[in-house]
């Protein structure tokens, strides 16, 4: 328990100004729910006195009805302004981490589960904090008030009343205790559940190809029983907690009901007195079964606590203290690798390379180029060849060695300009639900028409976009649904020459391709070459066949580098490879 009210409160460091907004929502609260007593005690007054005007009665009539409109209008204001600036600043809060934390820390990452604690884990925090927990509080107060009204009429009633509560308390820590765990599995099970659905939907013609729907329409209902027992028993257990809080609380008010007559009989309290109190009885339990509620509302908020500060905690796997500054206007630049040894950081660590690292997937790397020349980098698959290309981007730290552009160790740039100065041209190109001329000009922002068309053209995208029915304002699918894998690819590089950085890596970027797109590609990756130092990592034969240098990896080593006859004769590995490839 102490765990949880540790996680709460370090949540609240993170809500800027969130003590005030929080004591005025649970004050406008306590407004609201005092609202109708305020009204029955004037009542009452005005039933009992014979002093007061007519003109008075109804101008204080008339004053109670507006305040009656103003208080939950104040209340619902205050709150709605904490829950929207709760959301605004948890979200922000997390997509500025993710943003630090990206590329690296999220490559094995399932992104539905980030997509639902930035979404439906943080709108549980917003309503716990924006309108859960001042309820909370504005409970504890009116508690305190009501106690103090009992006491004002006799001291038994309070002592009955402090009875009741204590044995609500007594019985609702009970159940907690038993159903410890339960909320957060619960919400842990429902955040897998959507997680499931959303990756269901994005890949859904994978399935239909695959005929795989039914496995995962087994995996979806095997989570979704799993759901169901679990929210079947946390229901339960919390339905019964609540027949016994309501059957104590009959009882307290039965008990405070003949005490209350019981004094009255032998003159201690008037007959005003026991109307004030018979009509004040409705209200008593209501803050404490508010208080009890929230409070178990808290188990189940405290999974969606956890995940938010598990993300917002979490380390990047580099750190952005570089000041050394390389201009992008440079007419030549030199890329090296220098005795690069690394190994993936180990599970657990967040991507931190402080903690250590695993067995090291690449070891003695050494690779120079500069603008001009284009390497391919050649091996099996799983040799690190991706890897390899990650780290000159500095996805993660290295394990020793350097990587330099002209003589800089890029440790000692800032990301964002080391990033400036490469551009990669994936296999699988992600593109937005957008225009394809604002997916184009992610790449360039501010860019002009002429620009825009002149790179795509370089490209060999302008013919085929021209003949969409609305061109360049053609709203495209997320990860450019509607398209071919040529089209896709020619798009990309289209942002390649947009982004104009002068090292080029072509991640695989002619794979799976028919000839003539492939020939288009190869006409716009010749462009693209010119004039920039350029690492190109493929399989294709047709690719290695006509490259000027290739450099051969195997086992996290680079064992052969050459053009591609004097690899058949110098490598045996490599002479594997390409009989494989040609079989």
């Known amino acids: 328990m102490k765990e949880k009210f540790k996680a709460l409160w370090e949540m609240t460091k993170y809500l800027s100004n969130f003590p005030f907004w929080l004591a005025l929502s649970a004050f406008g609260e ?9 009204i029955l005690q004037l009542f009452l007054y005005f039933s009992w006195s014979a002093s007061s005007s007519p003109l008075l009665r109804v101008v204080v009539c008339i004053s109670l009805i507006l305040a009656g409109g103003i208080f939950p209008y104040f209340s619902a204001v205050v709150s709605h302004e904490v829950a929207y600036q709760i959301l605004n600043r948890l979200r922000g809060l997390c997509y500025i981490k993710l943003d630090e934390l990206a590329p690296a820390a999220l ?8 997509t639902n ?36 009429i006799h001291w038994s009633l309070a002592l009955i009343a402090f009875c009741v509560f204590g044995s609500l308390i007594y019985f609702h820590t009970l159940f907690l205790r038993r159903n410890m765990g339960n909320g957060e599995k619960l919400s842990s099970v429902a955040s897998r559940q959507s997680a499931l659905v959303q990756d269901s939907v994005q890949g859904l013609r994978d399935l239909l190809s695959y005929k795989a729907e039914r496995k995962f329409l087994r995996k979806f209902q095997l989570n979704a029983r799993e759901q169901e027992k679990t929210t079947a028993s946390y229901t339960l257990r919390s339905q019964l907690v609540v027949n016994i809080r309501s059957t104590l609380a009959r009882l307290g008010q039965i008990a405070m009901l003949v005490i209350v007559f019981v004094l009255f009989k032998e003159n201690h309290l008037s007959q005003h007195k026991i109307i004030e109190f018979f009509c004040f009885s409705f209200f008593l339990f209501r803050p404490v079964n508010s208080f009890l509620d929230h409070a178990r509302n808290y188990d189940y908020t405290f999974g969606s606590v956890i995940r938010v500060l598990e993300l917002l905690k979490r380390k990047p796997s580099v750190k952005d ?13 030199q890329l090296e690798l220098k005795d690069v040894t690394f190994g993936y950081p180990q599970e657990g660590t967040g991507g931190a390379v402080e903690f250590g690292h695993n067995e090291a997937l690449l070891r003695g790397i050494n690779l120079s180029l500069q603008t001009g020349e284009t390497l391919v980098v050649a091996g099996a698959s799983g040799s690190g060849k991706t890897t390899l290309a990650r780290l000159i981007q500095r996805f993660w730290e290295l394990n020793s060695g350097k990587i330099t552009i002209n003589g800089v160790n890029i440790k000692d740039l800032p990301l964002e300009d080391l990033r400036n100065l490469i551009t990669v041209v994936p296999q699988n190109c992600f593109f937005f639900c957008d225009t394809i001329r604002n997916n184009l000009l992610l790449a360039a922002p501010g860019s002009n028409d002429e620009k825009l068309f002149d790179a795509a053209k370089k490209a060999n995208a302008h013919a085929f976009i021209s003949e969409l029915q609305q ?12 398209l071919s894998s040529g089209q896709k690819q020619r798009l990309a590089l289209t942002q390649a020459f947009l982004k104009d950085s002068p090292i080029l890596i072509l991640d695989e970027a002619s794979a799976n391709l028919d000839a003539q797109n492939e020939r288009l590609i190869q ?9 920039r130092a350029c690492i190109i990592i493929a399989h294709r034969l047709s690719t290695l066949k006509t490259a000027e240098r290739i450099a051969y990896l195997s086992q996290g080593k680079i064992i052969a580098e050459g053009k591609h006859t004097q690899l058949i004769n110098k490598s045996k590995e490599y002479s594997t490879l390409i009989a494989e490839y040609e079989s």
């Not at 490559?107 to 980030?114: A, G, N, R």
């Not at 061109?471 to 509607?482: C, E, L, N, P």
Request: with cysteine; glycine share 8%.
């Open 471 to 482: 061109g360049y304002d053609t709203v495209i699918g997320t990860r450019g649904y509607g």
């Open 30 to 38: 306590v407004l609201v729910e005092l609202f109708p007593l305020a």
């Open 523 to 531: 006409e716009a990756l010749n462009k693209a070459k010119s004039g």
């Open 107 to 114: 490559v094995d990452e399932q992104s539905t589960i980030l």
């Open 117 to 152: 604690i930035v979404m439906n884990d943080v709108t549980d925090l917003e309503l716990f904090y924006a309108h859960t927990l001042p309820e909370f509080l504005a409970a504890m107060v009116l508690i305190c008030i009501y106690f103090g009204y009992l006491f004002s």
């Open 321 to 333: 203290e570089g000041q050394c500054k390389i201009c992008k206007k440079h007419a030549t630049f």
